[in-house]
Antibody, heavy 122, light 108 residues
């Protein structure tokens, strides 16, 4: 079964750090670009970051640039998100997603984890 | 930076009715990179449509997508009880992804 399982969420004080993990199974992890997408309570979806297959290409939303770092370990089928200098507005459910991409043809997120909750509060 | 505007914000319909959801981009985008997702309360989003009009695996044919340029539409031909949810359009650019604000389809 194709599956993504996030972990590492929790309660952290403003200015603190947290590292999210996403364990992939049931597919060839190193064939796929991966994304983090978040959703603040009662709000819509917000893309956070993307990492290409080999980690060569990495992109961030302006709202997290210079504070968050995405990485992956293909040998361990794992995706990570290091979050530093956390703010109250980073409070959200964070989803790990698998990307299907073919230049000129399609780009979409076809597998989503159940999410892990990050709460930033004093 | 491309912005996606979804209208209406809320759509109140009865089971069996047709739902038409709009997604408008702030500038012309490639339909290849336009997708639609469904999200139910307490659940992760689910892919419905990719490349503007291609149904994802196991998505019923009552869901269809269309459009090009700046205007895209998700149509649910006959609403089933399980279709009442929030729907998001999403575009993938060269270095960033954008979601629309969502349309909630609620039971009238």
């Amino acid at each position: 079964e194709v599956q993504l399982v996030e972990s590492g969420g929790g309660l952290v004080k403003p200015g603190g750090s947290l590292r999210l993990s996403c364990a992939a199974s049931g597919f060839t992890f190193n064939n796929h670009t991966m994304n983090w997408v978040r959703q603040a309570p009662g709000k819509g979806l917000e893309w956070v970051s993307s990492i290409s297959v080999s980690g060569t290409y990495i992109f961030y939303a302006d709202s997290v640039k210079a504070r968050f770092t995405i990485s992956r370990d293909n040998a361990k089928n794992s995706l990570f998100l290091q979050m530093d200098s956390l703010r109250a507005e980073d409070t959200a459910v964070f989803y790990c997603t698998r990307v299907r991409f073919r230049a000129g043809s399609y780009y979409y997120m076809d597998v989503w984890g159940k999410g892990t909750t990050v709460t930033v509060s004093s | 930076e491309i912005a996606l505007t979804q209208t209406p914000g809320t759509l109140s319909l009865s089971p069996g009715e047709r739902a038409t959801l709009s997604c408008r981009a702030s500038q012309s985008v490639s339909s290849s990179y336009l997708a639609w997702y469904q999200q139910k309360p307490g659940q992760a989003p689910r892919l419905l449509i990719y490349a503007a009009s291609s149904r994802a695996t196991d998505i019923p044919d009552r869901f269809s997508g269309s459009g090009s340029g700046t205007d895209f539409t998700l149509t649910i031909s006959r609403l089933e009880p399980e279709d009442f949810a929030v729907y998001y359009c999403q575009h993938s650019g060269s270095s960033l992804l954008t979601f629309g604000g969502g349309t909630k389809v609620e039971i009238k």
